[in-house]
């Protein structure tokens, strides 16, 4: 691989021993930062009898504790801290999506450090100066606003902050700038594409799209397939958390097989959720990062309760840094229905695979006369010629499809297509309304 093919190789060429010696001097360093500046940091690690002086090697790691989101809770806003605020020039939060917003800080060193990972990730997938870069994530307290238009401008793109929403509006700049990269959630690029359809638009003929970046929430294989065939483009998978400061965490490259974690700015741990044990390369468990590129705020051994696994073996594309396969969800979005567990991301991979449905689905879990049951409502993409025997066997193929993913029996019901709730942000996929929930 040329190293024109690098945004900046001294980082992203290592090879595993690099990385591994660059991420022991970084730890040592990002430890002793956080015990000399974080109150919290300091007494933590002091009630274990640890000094940054015990880290020695990078397995010397796991004496630390682990640092979860209930800890940046209990320290809002600024109690996790290592650098006084004063040095701190911006702060973000996370949307909140489960709970209260936790707060995360950084000084300008953190923020060229987070364009810089940003511009690493869209570069690798093809992105360069003569590319439009257009938005379409709120611009605010939400990382993925601010966090791709600073890296999509270290990168030199002419860039289009477009933020969420107004779909006619985001057609025009597409149109009237030659959009060529476009930064979307899944659930958005569906939606882009209805509009498109409506308003007689097709991508291939009368826009430049050719690159689109997805992430922020969970989608299956399928949804990505579906997204490229619709918008004819390339799409990759981008993975951020507002904690680790946002995108440019993990990023799919051009092979499209596994998201490459950036590990020159974090140490990557999967341990199993209930034993917190690590569990070996392969295998599925909750996702643990340690910040070692941050100064404002670095965060030992962070719980992200999202669950994936390292994908054994290298990339075809020569970069050593470890791969993550595609989130399989959040511990707290498993589904408990009747003693099974069940992730919403099996259903939506049964569902995406018919041609006859559309991208918009919504689990309901409710009890009724005394039993917890699922419905499974989807709506019917264009493709479907309206015949009632036909719904009946397409009704019944997912309940079967469905039934042996998730061992049990859900109702599904096949509604127009538009019929269902939309959201601005991240797609609601889930209403649980069973009583004891309520
Ligand atoms: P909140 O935690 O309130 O949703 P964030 O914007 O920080 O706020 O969201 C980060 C979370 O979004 C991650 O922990 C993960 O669960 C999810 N997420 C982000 N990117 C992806 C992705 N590419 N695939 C699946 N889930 C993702
Ligand atoms: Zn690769």
């Known amino acids: 691989m040329s190293s024109s093919e690098f945004y900046n190789p001294e980082f992203e060429a290592l090879s595993r021993a690099e990385i591994e010696?660059?991420?022991?001097?970084?730890?040592?360093?990002?430890?002793?930062?956080?015990?000399?500046?974080?109150?919290?940091?300091?007494?933590?690690?002091?009630?274990?009898?640890?000094?940054?002086?015990?880290?020695?090697?990078?397995?010397?790691l796991r004496k630390i504790p682990f640092t979860t989101?209930?800890?940046?809770?209990?320290?809002?806003?600024?109690?996790?801290?290592?650098?006084?605020?004063?040095?701190?020039?911006?702060?973000?939060?996370?949307?909140?999506?489960?709970?209260?917003?936790?707060?995360?800080?950084?000084?300008?060193?953190?923020?060229?450090?987070?364009?810089?990972?940003?511009?690493?990730?869209?570069?690798?997938?093809?992105c360069r100066p003569e590319d439009v870069f257009q938005n379409t994530s709120g611009y605010g307290m939400f990382t993925g606003g601010l966090g791709f238009q600073y890296g999509a401008e270290r990168l030199g793109m002419l860039t289009v902050p477009a933020a969420a929403g107004n779909t006619l509006r985001q057609l025009k700049f597409f149109k009237d700038f030659r959009t060529t990269v476009v930064h979307a959630i899944p659930s958005y690029a569906a939606r882009l594409y209805e509009v498109m359809c409506e308003q007689g638009i097709d991508p291939r003929r009368d826009l430049a799209l050719k690159t689109?970046?997805?992430?922020?929430?969970?989608?299956?294989?399928?949804?990505?397939?579906?997204?490229?065939?619709?918008?004819?483009?390339?799409?990759?998978?981008?993975?951020?958390?507002?904690?680790?400061?946002?995108?440019?965490?993990?990023?799919?490259?051009?092979e499209q097989n596994g998201l490459h974690i950036w590990e020159d700015y974090y140490i990557v741990e999967i341990v199993n959720p209930d034993t917190l044990e690590p569990v070996p390369d392969g295998e599925v468990?909750?996702?643990?990062?340690?910040?070692?590129?941050?100064?404002?705020?670095?965060?030992?051994?962070?719980?992200?309760?999202d669950l994936t696994r390292i994908l054994p073996g290298d990339c075809p594309c020569g970069r050593q840094h470890k791969r993550l396969d595609r989130m399989k969800g959040r511990s707290d979005d498993m589904i408990i229905l009747k003693g099974v567990n069940i992730f919403p991301i099996q259903i939506e991979t049964i569902l995406m695979q018919f041609k006859e449905l559309a991208s918009d689905y919504l689990i309901t879990l409710e009890t009724l006369d005394d039993?917890?049951?699922?419905?499974?409502?989807?709506?019917?993409?264009?493709?479907?010629?309206?015949?009632?025997?036909?719904?009946?066997?397409?009704?019944k193929e997912i309940t079967r499809q469905l039934r042996d993913e998730i061992l049990i029996t859900p109702k599904v019901r096949l509604v127009p297509k538009g019929s269902l709730p939309k959201s601005e942000g991240k797609a609601v996929r889930v209403k649980d309304l069973r009583k004891q929930y309520q």
């Open 21 to 60: 010696n660059l991420q022991l001097e970084r730890l040592q360093h990002t430890v002793e930062h956080c015990y000399a500046g974080s109150r919290f940091y300091h007494e933590r690690l002091d009630s274990i009898g640890i000094k940054p002086s015990s880290i020695t090697s990078l397995d010397d």
């Open 69 to 126: 989101k209930q800890d940046l809770r209990d320290t809002y806003p600024f109690g996790i801290a290592s650098v006084p605020l004063s040095k701190c020039v911006r702060l973000h939060s996370s949307s909140g999506t489960t709970g209260n917003p936790t707060v995360v800080l950084h000084t300008q060193r953190d923020l060229e450090q987070w364009a810089n990972a940003v511009a690493r990730c869209l570069y690798m997938v093809g």
């Open 285 to 305: 468990g909750e996702l643990v990062l340690t910040t070692i590129n941050r100064e404002a705020m670095p965060l030992l051994r962070y719980r992200t309760r």
């Open 212 to 254: 689109l970046v997805i992430g922020a929430e969970p989608h299956s294989e399928d949804t990505r397939k579906r997204i490229e065939n619709m918008l004819g483009v390339k799409a990759y998978n981008s993975f951020g958390m507002s904690e680790m400061c946002g995108p440019g965490v993990a990023f799919e490259c051009k």
């Open 371 to 395: 039993n917890d049951a699922m419905t499974v409502e989807v709506e019917l993409s264009d493709m479907f010629i309206d015949d009632y025997g036909a719904l009946q066997r397409l009704e």
